[in-house]
């Protein structure tokens, strides 16, 4: 055997898992959007049931001006993140956990930090094959764990809500920029100068007169495109010297 036939061995070996992991990942996205299309339009239409159910059913329906117009004023504030979440959490969740984020729920306040929690304990980096899968686990894990928390509190809630000190209820909308503050650290942490920016641009903007749905447009916008500049920059310096 030669060497040009050696060669060819270990190129073809070198290459066959690379070319099988594809294709394995290939067919776990397959079955993912399989199975998410089909949750998530079973959720919808469960949700729809009720209320349809109410308005042409038992005929409490209350007029499609009053819908139209709450609809209205809700999707003003909030349409912009029915584009802008989806975006913003892909390149963490994956597809198989973008699938099961949407259809649990949470996705700010559990989901993200349950998957950056879990690609940052086996040192997986987001939008990694590697990532995908520590990030649906994570995911999958932090769901059934709320789920089995979650459902006893909610058969015994008021009784909980009567219960809970006053001086305790001046913490709960602390909770959620709690979290952001620990996931913003989390990530800083690899690299502080984007932390830094992405804090520096969002004082900045939330003391603005901006409406807030352009608030957080624009703080990604902004700090996407700054922290993409700064790369550019070293690159370049790096390339000068």
């Known amino acids: 055997m030669n060497a040009e036939q050696?060669?060819?061995?270990?190129?073809?070996?070198?290459?066959?898992p690379t070319n099988t992991s594809t294709l394995t990942?290939?067919?776990?996205?397959?079955?993912?959007?399989?199975?998410?299309?089909?949750?998530?339009?079973?959720?919808?239409a469960l949700t729809l049931f009720l209320p349809l159910y109410l308005s042409f059913g038992l005929?409490?329906?209350p007029g499609w001006t009053v819908i139209l117009n709450?609809?209205?004023?809700?999707?003003?504030?909030?349409?912009?993140?029915?584009?802008?979440?989806?975006?913003?959490?892909?390149?963490i969740l994956g597809v198989s956990g973008t699938y099961i984020s949407f259809l649990t729920g949470n996705i700010g306040n559990m989901c993200l930090p349950s998957a950056a929690a879990a690609q940052h304990a086996v040192g997986a980096e987001p939008g990694t094959k590697k990532g995908e899968?520590?990030?649906?686990?994570?995911?999958?894990?932090?769901?059934?764990?709320?789920?089995?928390?979650?459902?006893?509190?909610?058969l015994a809630g008021s009784f909980v809500i009567s219960n809970i000190p006053e001086h305790l209820e001046g913490i709960f909308p602390l909770i959620l920029p709690a979290i952001f503050g620990a996931v913003l650290a989390q990530f800083a942490i690899k690299k502080p100068i984007y932390g830094v920016i992405a804090l520096i641009i969002g004082l900045t903007i939330n003391l603005t007169a901006l409406p807030i749905y352009l608030k957080s447009l624009s703080c990604i916008v902004l700090t996407v495109f700054i922290c993409l500049q700064l790369e550019k920059y070293k690159e370049k310096k790096q390339t000068q010297q």
């Not at 050696?6 to 066959?16: R, Y």
């Not at 709450?70 to 390149?91: C, D, N, Q, R, S």
């Open 133 to 154: 899968l520590t990030a649906t686990l994570g995911i999958g894990a932090a769901s059934l764990v709320n789920k089995v928390i979650l459902i006893p509190i909610i």
């Open 25 to 44: 990942m290939d067919a776990y996205h397959i079955k993912a959007h399989f199975w998410g299309r089909l949750t998530i339009w079973a959720v919808i």
């Open 6 to 16: 050696v060669s060819n061995i270990d190129t073809e070996n070198t290459k066959q």
């Open 59 to 61: 005929g409490y329906h």
């Open 70 to 91: 709450a609809l209205a004023a809700y999707a003003g504030v909030i349409a912009v993140v029915w584009v802008l979440e989806p975006v913003m959490y892909f390149p």
